[in-house]
């Protein structure tokens, strides 16, 4: 919604995917989490436009069919969600957060991924940032990410990698992965 300053300069577009296959070597996925808080669905949701809400004529005319975010409350939600994933990952595994080598969060904002690295005790070093040359491509930021820190050699054979993301509904998850 180009009327709405809060959300309509934060948006990039991109696509991404990842391949992934079994191993029997020690390693690939070494964990992953899910999680999800529907009472918070408020903070960044889409009104209308749904199977709950379809769209119609009139709502359209409403905007409500546009992402909607309270940033704020989103900020102090994502960075605890995030940890909280990251966390519960890295402990999954048998691991310390010492024993990561990079963490690639969702790319939704600088505040939020620092945040996340003083809250993991990582220095940004350790933590992939893109957001400034492409904004925050939602659901592709990770994915986008992760091909570029690949690419640029910050993942080796042997590096743990930990993924990390928040989203609407409000939703996060993780994945820790050793190259």
């Not at 991404?16 to 960044?44: P, R, Y």
């Not at 505040?111 to 003083?118: F, S, T, V, Y």
């Amino acid at each position: 919604n180009w009327s709405d300053r809060n959300t309509c300069v934060l948006f990039g577009d991109g696509a991404g995917a990842a391949v992934v296959q079994a191993t029997t070597e020690e390693k690939g996925i070494l964990g992953t989490f899910l999680s999800g808080d529907g009472s918070l669905a408020n903070l960044l949701h889409i009104p209308f436009g749904g199977t709950k809400v379809p769209l119609t004529r009139e709502n359209v005319e409403l905007k409500q069919q546009y992402i909607q975010m309270a940033g704020s409350e989103v900020f102090k939600s994502a960075v605890r969600a995030m940890e909280d994933a990251a966390v519960h990952v890295i402990l999954k595994a048998g691991l310390s957060t010492e024993e990561i080598d990079l963490v690639i969060p969702h790319q939704a904002n600088i505040r939020i991924i620092e945040a996340l690295a003083r809250r993991l005790k990582l220095p940004m070093e350790k933590v992939y940032v893109n957001i400034d040359r492409y904004g925050n491509t939602s659901s592709a930021s990770v994915p986008i990410a992760l091909d570029e820190a690949r690419k640029k050699g910050l993942i080796k054979e042997g590096s743990n990698t930990v993924l990390v993301a928040f989203g609407g509904g409000f939703t996060w998850g993780s994945a820790l992965i050793k190259w």
